[in-house]
């Protein structure tokens, strides 16, 4: 498993994450977890989860100049600027279904000449930077990376090359992603690796998984 996590041959002008969020509003962010945290700490809990992920791929840059994208929705560019950093590149994450969305994303990032292109959510917070480093390694001889998430979705998809096959007939948001992209990528001949199954946070139960300074923070009043 170490080999993987060598960048030190890797160009980073090859390499692209793009990051899917969208901005933190009352009502419409982690609506799963209202009923545990309310409605405005279901939108506290989405902010902190999101600048965490920001600060996991923050620390991957200290290592790896690999750019990143940072795909929105829910507010304007200048919004998404004063919250999570000017230094930053953001694009709307435009129309359609997350399928689309992604698709436009990964078609994007190859057109400008990327050979390994990792899209990532916020809702995640125990993918780690070693984590990020392994999914681009190890696109360097396989056509796919997944992360599969616990509760059957991924939480982050990685490709070498263009394959939109992947996004097309997915039933986006249940149980059955994982799988079904999976039956996808077998269909087609894919090669692949797998990162370990990690939690996501969408549900009441699934806050036993955040770790401790993360709790701390969603708990805090600093974002006020």
């Given at each position: 498993?170490?080999?993987?996590?060598?960048?030190?041959?890797?160009?980073?002008?090859?390499?692209?994450?793009?990051?899917?969020?969208?901005?933190?509003?009352?009502?419409?962010?982690?609506?799963?977890?209202?009923?545990?945290?309310?409605?405005?700490?279901?939108?506290?809990?989405?902010?902190?989860?999101?600048?965490?992920?920001?600060?996991?791929?923050?620390?991957?840059?200290?290592?790896?100049?690999?750019?990143?994208?940072?795909?929105?929705?829910?507010?304007?560019?200048?919004?998404?600027?004063?919250?999570?950093?000017?230094?930053?590149?953001?694009?709307?994450?435009?129309?359609?279904?997350?399928?689309?969305?992604?698709?436009?994303?990964?078609?994007?990032?190859?057109?400008?000449?990327?050979?390994?292109?990792?899209?990532?959510?916020?809702?995640?917070?125990?993918?780690?930077?070693?984590?990020?480093?392994?999914?681009?390694?190890?696109?360097?001889?396989?056509?796919?990376?997944?992360?599969?998430?616990?509760d059957g979705g991924y939480y982050l998809i990685g490709l070498s090359r263009a394959v939109p096959e992947l996004f097309q007939g997915i039933d986006w948001g249940t149980s059955e992603v994982f799988a079904q992209t999976m039956a996808i990528a077998n269909r087609l001949g894919l090669s692949y690796h797998h990162l370990p199954m990690l939690p996501d946070i969408d549900r009441p139960e699934d806050l036993q998984?955040?770790?401790?300074?993360?709790?701390?923070?969603?708990?805090?009043?600093?974002?006020?």
């Amino acid at each position: 498993m170490n080999d993987f996590l060598d960048l030190s041959s890797l160009p980073s002008a090859q390499c692209q994450l793009l990051l899917y969020t969208r901005y933190p509003e009352r009502g419409r962010a982690k609506t799963r977890l209202i009923p545990a945290l309310g409605v405005e700490g279901a939108m506290q809990m989405h902010r902190c989860l999101a600048e965490w992920a920001i600060a996991q791929v923050r620390s991957l840059q200290t290592n790896r100049e690999i750019p990143a994208i940072i795909y929105f929705t829910g507010a304007t560019r200048e919004m998404m600027q004063h919250w999570l950093g000017s230094d930053l590149v953001y694009r709307t994450q435009g129309s359609g279904d997350l399928g689309e969305r992604l698709h436009t994303g990964f078609g994007q990032g190859f057109a400008a000449g990327m050979s390994r292109i990792a899209a990532m959510g916020t809702d995640c917070p125990s993918l780690t930077p070693e984590r990020l480093q392994e999914a681009f390694a190890a696109l360097g001889d396989r056509d796919l990376v997944l992360g599969p998430a616990r509760d059957g979705g991924y939480y982050l998809i990685g490709l070498s090359r263009a394959v939109p096959e992947l996004f097309q007939g997915i039933d986006w948001g249940t149980s059955e992603v994982f799988a079904q992209t999976m039956a996808i990528a077998n269909r087609l001949g894919l090669s692949y690796h797998h990162l370990p199954m990690l939690p996501d946070i969408d549900r009441p139960e699934d806050l036993q998984y955040l770790p401790p300074q993360l709790q701390a923070e969603a708990n805090s009043s600093d974002h006020e």
